[in-house]
């Protein structure tokens, strides 16, 4: 990161820090910590901020929704007391920090594949299928393949339109983590990153210019997330997962994903393409990302404070707002973890 | 302005007394201050591209000037090519004056030569409703509205009829170059209107009154006492017109399909420079990547200031080489 870098995310910094601050002057005696990151857990945040307030009245929340790639610049630079990342951080961007940065998963979510066919039947898909719409090898709905899957269900004869996330996105991680997984193709080809040179496909901005493309042309075949899915009631597949099941995309079969897949003691997990019979295969969690070493102690103690509430309470209001939480097991993992935060 | 016409009171004539001295003081504060408004100006400009430079040195010397030349923009291996967002933003800022143009010349040729006084005012005031519509709200309605009816309406109507020629050729989606060319001309008829009108209106009457005595009718008249008189001030409103248009993001990122590739047909979707970094830049981790979209800033910077150079040259030839006609 280079000089200017660092000096103008610091600005940015300062104005997210004190913005706020300024407004609330009256309220004085208050702590306000801030935090800056992530969009797709926004609205189980705000919850948490808003219910939080009344566990302890003496602690302010200030959260900016920037984007993980904020989230993480701005957790480095040390400009917010936590950030917030859709996407685990890298080897080289954890070594800029000037200090061990936790990751503190907290929820999780699906992505999951919408369409628009006559009547909308609601069929499957599995991993070579999906891999080959979005390499833009299956190009018809009345593919074989497609058909193979879903006997009983009659394909139009029609083009499948694929339609992708333009911006860059934790949707579109999870996505590509996926199909970097279950083809080697598009592995090599592709990759996996919050955006990608997508070899075929229109680009939609956010889920609901994915969606507003999906369900205005006849044919299309795209990916959104699940909340925003269910929100909106588009029909989307059942997916096959590793263990050969078709699975409907759920809460259930997040968590149940979360369950059975392998977690690292640094919690940078991804859950895609995850074990056991009742896992849905395209899913992510989203995490919190604070210093080990806190620099202010009375800040760092309710800051171990609230994830403590965050990772019991606090998941237990996420049901309500279609997030998937944590399944117990992790849960314990992860409490243990944040009580070795130093102050 | 006539000195005369009403003298002023004795109470009013002292107040100017006592201002008069301390003015050659405020004179100079208020000249000084001016003076440092208009050079704050350039100053940020410089500044502006000077931030962009910097932030983006690390991807100028990796990629060089490949970067204008090639088309591959792979955020996972890092390779970075503007071409295509050169090609959208220009592409689609010429569809949005070859449509937007006409429309906002004859609407503000209507409203200042032929309209009915009591007409006037109320399409000036929905012209500049227009104006006030948010970009993001227009987006939406041309993803939810425009797209769907360009498809299924115009959209196959083009196709039957200049289907022929590459620009009107290959599947029709609804979102692509020609829908985001349409959405930007719908944001930038409101300036183009709005300072055509002014332009026109201060086209002083003995011009027109001149030609209607030579027996002009009233084309003629518009033709040539008007239009040519006011063309150098025209031609201004639609420079600022295309400032907008090559700047214009939410909207056409909504409805452009944004994938970075160079088709004739403009029924095949493209991408902006501005819709490339309202899209990416959030989420945009390496420091590679993001300096790409820096020079991309850096890239939509310079072409903003070419294409207003190009306007200022183009306006002194008009200046010297064609002198206003006078009526034949």
New interface residues.
Partial sequence: ??K??QFSSKILGLVIAFGPAFAGATASAQMTMNGAGA?FPYPIYSKWFDEYAKVDPSVRFNYQS?????G??QITAQTVDFGASDGP??D??LAKAPGKILHIPTVAGADVVAYNLPGNPVFKLDADVIAGIFLGQIKKWNDPKIAGLNPGITFPDQ?I?VVHR?????TTYIWTDYLSKISAEWKQK?????????PT?????GN??VA??VK??PGALGYVELIYAIQNKMPYADVKNSAGKFVKPSLESITAAMATAQIPDDFRFSVTNAPGATSYPICGATWLLVYEQQKDPAKGKKLVEFLKWALTKGEDMAKDLDYAPLPNELRERVLKRVDEIKM | MPVVANPPTLAARSTIDRMAPASGVGDKIFKWLTLAMALAVVVLVFLVGW?LA??S??AIQKFGFHFLTTS??????EQFGALPFIYGTAVSSLIALIIAVPLSIATALFLTELAPLWIRQPIISLIEMLAAIPSVIL??WG??VM??WL?DHPFPVLKRLFGWTPLFDG?I???SMLAGGIIIAIMILPIITSVSREILRSVPNLQREAAYALGATRWEVTRIAVLSYARKGLFGAVILGLGRALGETMAV??VI???PQIRASLFA?G?TLA?VI??????????VY?QALFEIGLVLFGITILANLLAQLLLRTMGSTMPPRAVQ
């Fill in positions: 990161m280079t200017l870098d969009t920037i984007g993980s790639g904020g993480q610049k951080m890298s080289e961007n083009e339109v333009s911006d860059g996105s934790g592709v990759g996996t990153n919050t955006s990608v040179n997508w496909g229109l680009g939609g901005k609901e210019g507003g493309q205005q042309t | 931030q910097r932030g040195s690390l591959t923009w792979d955020p996972v291996a987006g939406l993803i939810f797209i769907p498809r599947p989606y609804g979102t990122t909504m399909g944004n994938t979707p991408y819709s309202a899209n990416e830049f959030t989420e945009a981790t390496t420091d993001l």
